[in-house]
């Protein structure tokens, strides 16, 4: 099973991920954050295998969430 968390501050975008990830029984959704430092502090306390990472928000951008990381998942960017 491959746990991912979706990041993206457009709900509408998290909504479309949600709904791919629901089709692959091997994906494992197990959190999704519209906001970034929210999602960096989840992610410190539960690791996971995979990102859906939005690189374009408000605050801090998926690059700069990714730095703050111990624990570096592998990564899909999901940009408009």
Do not use: W
Request: proline share 4%; with cysteine; aromatic share 8%.
């Amino acid at each position: 099973m491959i746990r991912c968390v979706a990041i993206d501050d457009e709900k509408k975008a998290l909504e479309v991920i949600a709904l791919y990830a629901d089709r692959v029984d091997q994906i494992e959704l197990v959190a999704s954050f519209t906001d970034p430092v929210e999602a960096s502090v989840f992610l410190e306390g539960n690791p996971v295998d995979l990102l859906f990472l939005d690189i374009n928000m408000k605050g801090l951008n998926g690059f700069e969430l990714l730095e703050t990381l111990t624990h570096k998942p592998r990564v899909i960017f999901t940009t408009a």
